[in-house]
């Protein structure tokens, strides 16, 4: 990687009649989804900008991002109307009612550096098209923004993303948490996009609570933990070897869904395996992840759902302090 960096492309307008969230910047701080709002505290991400190091074949050095990342402020501009900010950051663009200041501190804390963190430590493939960042200082204008930009109603109170418009739409005023979920989702798309509903969803929690540093991203305990251990306690978590063959994540039993796939996520990663099975399971599609998983811990599956959910119970949360397993 070249350590070159391209100057930003920052082009602002204001966005008038919307109030301006008094949201303190630099600190990544998680916030629940589902409609379970978090109290967690701040992550211990830094709070100096990303180092953008980027590598000479980006994707988002083309002449083709920047004309399409063009393309995308100029619409934004036309439908967000005259006073929004909007910043160019191939392969991004940030939008929102927000002072531009404001706006460039997300994006270089709870997107760039992220993000980048992702591509050191996990994702290969970088993204060939804009991502859009929607940035809504407050409950009222996210809602009004969802539903004048995408016709959207009955959306989440804290964020969500469009697959198809490759667009996070955030009410940024609960936290950045679920803005990083929803990120790990779009960068996702373009290292594995085939990947199963359980890992996509269990990485993209997982991130919701991290440490990001310029060698890689690492999750931390979080709000999701009190659920899953009521449930290993009580029996009646479902088996490690079901939730990897689920085809229905997002059934009746999603919310335990969400915790038990983030959480395994994290046990992986305090076993120092989670990269290389996200990458076995990105790089071979046709294995059962089930049998993957096998493959890399030497063991039969049943014995590493008796040592997780024995892991598990022996986390913390609130961590103290944000102690990474
Ligand atoms: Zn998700």
Redesign the pocket.
Known sequence: MTATRRPILSTVLRWSGLSLAGVLIGLLIAAG?GGARSTSPPSSAPATPASASRPADCPCRTEAMRREASRVAEDLRGRLGASAAVIVDPPFVVAGNLPEAQLQRYLATAVRRPAEAMWASLFQRRPTRVITVLLFADRDSYLAGAKRLFGDENVSAFGY?RRNERALVMNIDTGTGTLV??L??ALMAFDYPGAPDWL??GL??LHEQCRVADEGIRGLPNWRLEGLQAAIGGGTLRPLADLLADDDFYGPLRGTN?AQSRYFCLYLQHRDLLVRFYRACRDSPAAPPAALVEQLTGEPLERTDQAFRAWVMTLAWPAEPAREP
């Open positions: 989804r993303y979920h929803e790990t989702h996509a969803e993209a929690c969400y």
